[in-house]
Antibody, heavy 122, light 106 residues
Framework: QVTLTESGPALVRPTETLTLTCTFS??????????VSWIRQPPGRALEWLAR???????FYTRSLRTRLAISKDTSKNQVVLTMTNMDPVDTATYYC??????????????WGQGTLVTVSS | DIQMTQSPSTLSAAVGDRVTITCRAS??????LAWYQQKPGRAPQLLIQ???SLESGVPSRFSGSGYGTEFTLTISSLQSDDVATYYC????????FGQGTKVGIK
């Protein structure tokens, strides 16, 4: 059974760095073809894909936020970590981690975590 | 970046009605399109990938079609459990989601 769970601070101050952790089970990021992404959703708005990391350590970012994002993995802990620098109130959103398909290098997502709401406010 | 535009933004239909949602891409994406269902307070659920491939466990009343720049998601007989927001997503070049279509019961 595949599960993903996001964790991190609920409140972040403007200009701070956000660190989110995705802890997963039911698959391994050391298995060829496995990839995990982060996606966010501001309240009442659409989804936005942010970043992806694969079993091969190849990372991939949305162009608009490339300079603020970093994604990494700890295979032994079954975790993927996303950091986002210089947080702003417009970054207030529910942040999801999600798994990519097991076959093929495609950027859609077959399993999602339940999401974690991050509010940016002073 | 490829823009995805969904229509309508909201719709209400009766139980048993046929419902169609349209998604248009700003440039050709071949068949690299997925559809998701998101219920309030829940994570999105993948319904369809590669424009028309139904995911395992998804009811057969859901279907997808299209190629290039125009795509549709059809619910052949709307059920109360289908009340949700539906999103299309292109994965031809990076990834972009549509703005969503909220489906309700009349």
């Amino acid at each position: 059974q595949v599960t993903l769970t996001e964790s991190g601070p609920a409140l972040v101050r403007p200009t701070e760095t956000l660190t989110l952790t995705c802890t997963f089970s039911g698959f391994s990021l050391s298995t060829s073809g496995m990839r995990v992404s982060w996606i966010r959703q501001p309240p009442g708005r659409a989804l936005e894909w942010l970043a992806r990391i694969g079993w091969d350590d190849v990372d991939f970012y949305t162009r608009s936020l490339r300079t603020r994002l970093a994604i990494s993995k700890d295979t032994s802990k079954n975790q993927v970590v996303l950091t986002m620098t210089n947080m702003d109130p417009v970054d207030t959103a529910t942040y999801y981690c999600a798994r990519g398909p097991t076959s093929g290098d495609y950027l859609f997502f077959d399993y999602w975590g339940q999401g974690t709401l991050v509010t940016v406010s002073s | 970046d490829i823009q995805m535009t969904q229509s309508p933004s909201t719709l209400s239909a009766a139980v048993g009605d046929r419902v169609t949602i349209t998604c248009r891409a700003s440039q050709s994406i071949s068949s690299w399109l997925a559809w998701y269902q998101q219920k309030p307070g829940r994570a999105p659920q993948l319904l369809i990938q590669r424009a028309s491939s139904l995911e395992s466990g998804v009811p057969s009343r859901f279907s997808g079609s299209g190629y290039g720049t125009e795509f549709t998601l059809t619910i052949s007989s709307l059920q109360s459990d289908d009340v949700a927001t539906y999103y299309c997503q292109q994965y031809s070049s990076y990834s972009t989601f549509g703005q969503g279509t909220k489906v309700g019961i009349k």
